[in-house]
């Protein structure tokens, strides 16, 4: 049996080839939101133009949930996006009554909700509601305290659901770590920004 060797020519050939799949690789692993993790998206999901997004967050302190329903309007704004901060146009009434809810959506002529809910020093969540639900329970359920103030957490994570009038499950979640040191300031100006580099990123809007 002759053993052939192979030329320079083909070894180089070779090599290119492998340096070309290994920035494809590189490159597929590298899209996406950079930072989120534990992410879901719906397989029957279609990414579409959306006319009005309302941004609500899951948020026990109202001082708080405001500034990051703000930050995360503005962001969006900045970027193109029609966007709502949730707590100037649902009052509690709205969480009590689901279909004065969904009058409210048709009626501010709403497709898309982007919320937001603070876990804590947690990466996961065991709450159904989030997965058959559908945007008005998550509305209507309870809120989680929201401490920034405490300079002993350096990270704090927070879970981003994207919903739209498709379906009533979250049609996208994932989780986002935020560094807490820099207080609260620092906390809403990441999340709000890494809120849309995921959003954008895994191609939801």
Do not use: W
């Amino acid at each position: 049996m002759i053993m052939r060797i192979p030329t320079a020519s083909v070894m180089n050939a070779r090599l290119h080839q492998l340096m070309l799949s290994t920035v494809i690789f590189l490159i597929a692993a590298c899209s996406g939101s950079k930072t989120a993790s534990n992410t879901f998206r719906s397989p029957t999901y279609v990414k579409k133009n959306y006319q009005q997004i309302v941004v609500y967050a899951r948020i026990e302190q109202d001082g708080y949930r405001q500034r990051l329903e703000n930050a995360i309007v503005s962001v969006l704004e900045q970027h193109g996006y029609h966007a709502i901060p949730a707590y100037k146009y649902f009052d509690v009434v709205y969480k009590t009554d689901s279909v004065k809810f969904m009058e409210r959506i048709n009626e501010l002529k709403v497709d898309g909700v982007v919320a937001v809910a603070y876990l804590g020093k947690q990466t996961t969540v065991q709450d159904s509601y989030r997965y058959n639900g559908g945007m008005y329970n998550y509305f209507s359920s309870g809120a989680a305290p929201f401490d920034l103030e405490t300079s002993a957490q350096q990270t704090g994570y927070f879970r981003l659901d994207f919903y739209n009038l498709d379906s009533r499950a979250s049609q996208y979640n994932t989780v986002v770590p935020i560094r807490l040191s820099s207080g609260i300031e620092g906390a809403v100006k990441q999340f709000s920004e890494e809120t849309y580099t995921a959003l954008k990123g895994d191609r939801i809007i």
